[in-house]
């Protein structure tokens, strides 16, 4: 089956804990704080495989995480870092959050990769909180929360022949003609359902041309595709990557004219710069009754336009080698080939601020602090450690939140949300 849209959650692996512990030695009755850190979590990671074609292996599985870091130890020992995971995807996929839609990544080359989620760091262990005036600190951070995503994955076949047309064209029969390619064949409108890859073979025409364009039949469009009907949205996309539009018109239709611009128009609609791509119509079905009376008025409206045309029967496979000749004479040398057929692929590079900024907003019967900083914060800290509660409370004072809570009307027993944490504002403590 091929699939070339899914939805996956990932969530990065959290930090370790730092470790509170003190130095326990013979003769050493007063040994300092030496406890370690934690290790960071493990990243997730996306990479292009070319081996891949769709994105089928999401199909089932769709949430993934990477290893968590271990913690930290007496004697300054750090915990083991988690492990990374990687996954593979096809050349050609986009990368959305789900959440906003906007774009992370658009992946292209052979090995590009970008890190979807990102590992939390590891707890600093107490050695760290030690100073002149408190030299015994049970404090040590809690590691933080690795990130966690939802992604939309959508693949944009990258091909450099795009066969296109209305449903019953002969797409897929003239794929099987020029390719060893099987699509399914019949005899009635949307056979394909799906997108069929098939690689040309141009030394069959030429023995000394080595190249093997691929070519994809997409499924075909109907009148309206631009805006969702029939298979538009699904497969629209999949013409945007090709380096040569093959446009098949089924010659033996009622209205091939009107055929054809329906096709462009739903192209136009879709993105103008498509009909600016190299472009080459054929002119199919040469061998049912009508089709070689329309074929003169049909080629000369497509002189008009500017674009060559090609007459074939691809079920009787006559016309064949002139179609692959004029393709071979409209693509790109064989180094051109082996490259991506669009610049390489885009990674959205975002600023992710953690300066102290944060705001104060009304959530439900209480108060919900936002601000990346004061969230790190709140993950990092062991609420059933006292000292820990205690320096976070000063890190509060500290920021400002205490004095925006009040400001916000904040009242003995209210329920404060920071992060993940839902604190309980006690009055008297916080004076």
Request: glycine letters at 12%.
């Amino acid at each position: 089956m091929f699939l070339d849209r899914v939805a996956i959650r990932v969530r990065a692996g959290s930090g370790g804990d730092g470790a509170a512990t003190f130095r326990r030695e013979a003769h050493v009755p007063m040994g300092g704080p030496d406890g370690g850190d934690g290790g960071r979590g493990g990243s997730v990671y996306l990479r292009v495989d070319p081996g891949e074609t769709s994105l089928r292996d999401y199909r089932f599985k769709n949430e993934f995480r990477a290893g968590s870091g271990g913690p930290g130890s007496r004697s300054r020992r750090h915990g083991k870092a988690g492990a990374d995971l990687e996954l593979k995807v096809p050349p050609g996929t986009g990368v959305f959050d789900e959440a906003s839609g906007d774009l992370i990544a658009d992946l292209l080359a052979t090995g590009q990769r970008v890190m979807v989620a990102r590992g939390g760091r590891g707890g600093l262990g107490n050695v760290h909180f030690a100073t002149s005036t408190h030299q015994a600190p049970r404090h040590a951070q809690k590691g933080e929360p690795g990130e966690e995503r939802r992604l939309r994955l959508e693949l944009r076949l990258i091909a450099d022949i795009g066969l296109v047309g209305l449903p019953n064209a002969g797409k897929s029969t003239l794929l099987a003609a020029l390719t060893a390619a099987t699509p399914k064949i019949a005899d009635y409108p949307f056979t394909t359902l799906e997108p069929n890859l098939g690689v040309l073979d141009l030394a069959s025409v030429d023995p000394g041309d080595e190249r093997r364009p691929t070519v994809a039949d997409v499924p075909g469009l109907i009148e309206g595709a631009s805006s969702g009907a029939g298979l538009g949205h699904a497969f629209l996309r999949h013409v945007e990557r090709t380096r040569i539009i093959c446009h098949v018109v089924d010659l033996a239709a009622p209205d091939p004219e009107r055929d054809f611009g329906v096709i462009r128009e739903e192209l136009r609609l879709h993105d103008p710069r498509l009909l600016d791509k190299r472009t080459l119509v054929v002119a199919n079905k040469l061998d049912l009754p009508g089709a070689n009376d329309r074929l003169e008025p049909f080629c000369q409206a497509r002189a008009r336009d500017e674009l060559e045309t090609v007459a074939v029967s691809a079920m009787e496979r006559r016309g064949l080698e002139q179609l692959v000749a004029k393709l071979a004479r409209l693509l790109p040398t064989a180094e051109e080939l082996a490259a991506p057929s669009e610049a390489t692929g885009v990674v959205v590079h975002r600023f992710e601020s953690v300066g102290a900024a944060f705001a104060v907003e009304r959530e439900g019967d209480g108060f919900r602090v936002r601000g990346r900083r004061v969230e790190r914060l709140a993950a990092q800290t062991d609420f059933s450690n006292e000292e820990s509660a205690e320096r976070f409370q000063r890190d509060l004072v500290r920021l400002g939140v205490d004095r925006e809570l009040r400001r916000a009307g904040v009242g003995a027993g209210d329920t404060v949300r920071i992060g993940g944490q839902e604190l309980e504002w006690d009055a008297e403590l916080w004076s």
